[in-house]
């Protein structure tokens, strides 16, 4: 349910990870904007090797708007960092945004009007042209397949990390007390009701992604065993074409056995052995990958952990949210 009596129209949370450069302008446009109703800006740091932290809580300080860094123990992930955002948001809508500056924070104002004028719950952001690396482009497209095949995406929509929620799906998602949250899963599952709007996108200002292959892969993981039960279906059909076509080959055999000469059959036998083997070692991959999370989950592996808050004077004048 959405929050009541929420302390702001608007809050704007940004996951901050080695973003020092980039967070003084980010901090300054966004406390320039006009939000009818007021906004608040929540800064997660989730285990930066810079000095983001001192940057977030220089900003609380010096802003005169209302500003709440979150300082994670550690380094958890975006989604992880995300979610606990959401968990200090207090506004009525909440909007996500990366801490590069692609995302022109001029666009905060449009995306929010969007949202709430026309009754949406999410809207999604989309570009026209977007200023990232080939391999970058590449990951985000092949997730967003995988999203509209494990997930049931609209066709039409991409999954872009600039997104508006309502506080009903704010309330949704955080229901969700899993170490391997996927934000974007978590919506298609609470609600259908999604808008999108174009907006534009820079060149990266300061630096390079901090998305390497390795983190890309993981958060493709916590979409694929966490949010579907694709895989398994994928290898039992797999598992019966293999048996089928075992069967097959077996037949085969039988009747080159029945004819003139004696196979060797030593050939086909090894290729049909590495086949199968590697088929049941790929099967049992994915039962362990899923065990793996759900005794990780039982066994309570943080979704992350809050060494410190700190909040603004404006901050801290406004009411928390409600459990």
């Known amino acids: 349910m959405t ?13 901050v990870f080695n973003g020092a450069a980039s967070l003084p302008g980010l901090a300054a446009a966004l406390s320039r904007l006009e939000v009818p109703g007021g906004m608040e800006i929540v800064l997660v740091n989730d285990g ?24 994670l123990a550690r380094n958890f ?24 500056l692609q995302n022109p924070p001029e666009e905060v104002l449009r995306l929010f009007r969007h949202t709430a004028e026309n009754g949406f719950d999410v809207v999604y952001t989309h570009y026209a042209m977007k200023q990232h690396g080939a391999w970058r482009n590449f990951g985000s497209a092949f997730a ?69 292959l390795r983190r890309l892969m993981r958060l493709f993981f ?26 097959c080959g077996f037949v085969a055999v039988i009747v080159e056995a029945l004819g003139p000469g004696t196979p060797s059959g030593w050939a086909s036998l090894m290729s049909a052995t590495l086949l199968l083997s590697g088929v049941q070692l790929v ?20 979704q992350f952990v809050v060494r410190e808050v700190h909040r603004s004077e404006r901050a801290a004048q406004a009411p928390t949210r409600a459990a």
């Open 77 to 100: 992930g975006e989604h992880n960092a995300v979610m606990a955002g959401l968990g200090v948001a207090r506004g009525e809508y909440v909007i996500t945004m990366d801490d590069d």
């Open 144 to 212: 967003n397949w995988c999203a509209g095949w494990l997930l049931d995406k609209p066709k039409d929509l991409y999954l872009s990390s600039f997104r508006c929620m309502s506080g009903l799906t704010v309330a949704s998602i955080l229901e969700h007390t899993g170490p391997y949250p996927y934000i974007d899963g978590l919506i298609l599952q609470a609600t259908q009701n999604i808008g999108r709007l174009q907006v534009a996108h820079l060149e990266r200002a300061e630096g390079r992604s901090n998305y390497t």
């Open 3 to 15: 929050p009541p009596n929420p302390a702001f129209a608007l809050s704007v949370v940004v996951p």
């Open 222 to 247: 916590a979409m694929f065993f966490n949010f579907s039960v694709m895989p398994l279906r994928i290898a039992t059909v797999g598992g019966a074409l293999m048996a089928l076509l075992g069967l």
């Open 283 to 302: 099967m049992l991959g994915m039962l362990g990958e899923y065990l793996g999370r759900m005794f990780l989950a039982i066994n309570g592996k943080p």
């Open 48 to 71: 930066s090797s810079d000095n983001s932290l001192e940057v977030c809580r220089a900003i609380c300080r010096q802003n005169d708007a209302a500003v709440t860094v979150v300082n």
